[in-house]
């Protein structure tokens, strides 16, 4: 995966390589200059809303991959849920949002993320979106790659600006 910031403020997604997940999109917005401390700082003050979840660690490292420098989320939890309602995940982020007093175009994000999340996933299982649960989009992992991701948007100033990406591999 590449990201490509371009100084007209359009951004580009390239996922072509290796396909695309929420923390590498963040990680990859802190490699480009989003504030690592506003994330971090915004996250442990805001991601509460679960039960049951507990951040017991977060941060951003620089490695090295394949002879490439990257930034990645290091984020480790304490959960004994293994599913939640879609809605809990939805509470969580928007309370989170709510919390931080995100910009409106963050909030909106955070909200369209989560709701074709829940979507593809209604979709995918054939359930009503009021009664779908997720199973690997159950933890707080998945409030935290939405939520610091709409901060990092929002600190890099690019939610009100061009935004594309590329078609994604799907693994085997």
């Known amino acids: 995966m590449h990201f490509y910031h371009f100084i007209d ?3 580009f997604i390239d996922c072509q390589i290796a396909g695309i997940s929420g923390d590498m999109i963040l990680s990859s917005l802190v490699d ?6 506003k994330i971090i700082d915004g996250l442990k003050e805001s991601t509460n809303f679960l039960q049951g979840s507990t951040i017991k660690k977060l941060d951003f490292i620089k490695v ?6 990257a930034t990645q989320l290091v984020l480790e939890i304490d959960e004994n849920i293994h599913e939640r309602k879609g809605t ?3 509470n969580c982020i928007q309370l989170s949002c709510e919390k931080l007093e995100l910009s ?3 909030k909106e994000f955070a909200e369209k993320s989560i709701n074709t999340l829940i979507n593809a996933e209604s979709n995918v299982h054939g359930e009503n979106e ?10 707080i992992a998945t409030a935290v790659d939405v939520v ?3 901060i990092a948007l929002d600190d890099l100033n690019l939610l009100d600006e061009e935004i594309y990406c590329s078609h994604f ?4």
């Open 9 to 11: 403020m359009v951004l």
């Open 32 to 37: 480009i200059g989003a504030s690592k401390s």
């Open 64 to 69: 090295r991959k394949k002879g490439k420098s």
């Open 88 to 90: 809990e995940i939805k």
């Open 104 to 106: 409106e175009s963050a």
């Open 130 to 139: 009021s009664s779908l649960h997720f199973h690997e989009a159950s933890s």
């Open 148 to 150: 610091g991701t709409a």
């Open 169 to 172: 591999t799907i693994g085997g």
